[in-house]
Structures are given as structure tokens and as C-alpha cells.
């Protein structure tokens, strides 16, 4: 680690070092108070879900997946996956092309979430909080989430 008199030096010598420096110092701080606002509530293997405690979002990151809802709608969203049948998913998009045969819309029709049944099992685990948690206790229990409609 280099003195403080050194760095002063390598700062006065290398402005444009030394603002990289600064720029890099200040976003670091600033990444640091963000990062601390979250709530982590659960973690497994590929996936975390995590509660801003600013704007009481709810961030659900699943392998290369991130959903951000509101808290009514993370409800919403954990009851269609948890009542989602796969299976008959997988049967109906048995000749189709993907690789990965439940097929699940996400807010339009251009997107789409393609999941295994391991998967599906992983992420139903994940969102799986038991009823007795202080998270689950501040929570407002909803219905069936709505998606934009087509066909899988």
C-alpha cells in the first residue's frame, strides 16, 4: 500500500490519474449506501430475492432473470409460478423448437422466460416463504397475477 505522501505525489504529477481516483473512490461510497439499502430475504444457489428499504421494491434475481414488482404484484407473481403446472407445459410444447419447454410471458408478448423442470422446482423453492416470516407477515396476500395473454 502506497503512503499517503506518495499518492498526494502520483495525484499532483497525474491529475487525470488522481480524478480517476476520486471518480472511482465517490462511486464506490455511493455503490456501498446503495447496496446496504437492500434486504436480502432469501439466497440459494442461482437465485436472491432482495427488498429495497427505500422504495419497498421487491427484486427477485433467478440465473440470468430479474423481476422488480411492487410487493403486491411479487405475491402475485410467486402464486402463478407456484401454481403453474409444468408438466402439462412441457407436454403441450413438446415439438417445440426451445430447448427449455415452459414457456412463461413476461409482461409482453416479445419476451419470455424459458424454464426446465428443474428449474421451475429451483425458482418455486426460492420463492417459497414460509407464512410465519416476518417478511410474509408485512405482506399483503393477492390473487392470480395477469399477464399479456397469448399462447404457450
Not at 6 to 25: A, Q, T
Not at 102 to 125: M, Q, T, Y
Request: aromatic residues 12%.
Amino acid at each position: 500500500m502506497l503512503s499517503l505522501k506518495v499518492r498526494v505525489s502520483l495525484l499532483k504529477n497525474h491529475k487525470f490519474l488522481g480524478l480517476i481516483c476520486i471518480s472511482f473512490c465517490a462511486y464506490f461510497v455511493l455503490y456501498q449506501r446503495k447496496v446496504q439499502q437492500m434486504e436480502v430475504l432469501i439466497e440459494t444457489q442461482n437465485g436472491k430475492i432482495f427488498k429495497c428499504v427505500k422504495c419497498e421494491a421487491i427484486h427477485v434475481e433467478y440465473k440470468n432473470l430479474n423481476f422488480n414488482l411492487k410487493e403486491e404484484d411479487f405475491w402475485k407473481f410467486a402464486s402463478y409460478i407456484q401454481n403453474l403446472d409444468g408438466e402439462e407445459w412441457i407436454l403441450r410444447n413438446k415439438t417445440s423448437n426451445f430447448k427449455r419447454k415452459i414457456i412463461i410471458p413476461v409482461g409482453s408478448h416479445i419476451f419470455n422466460a424459458l424454464l426446465d423442470s428443474k428449474e421451475l422446482n429451483e425458482l418455486r423453492s426460492l420463492l417459497n416463504f414460509k407464512k410465519d416470516s416476518a417478511f410474509f407477515q408485512q405482506t399483503i396476500k393477492a390473487g392470480g397475477l395477469e399477464f399479456t395473454s397469448h399462447l404457450n
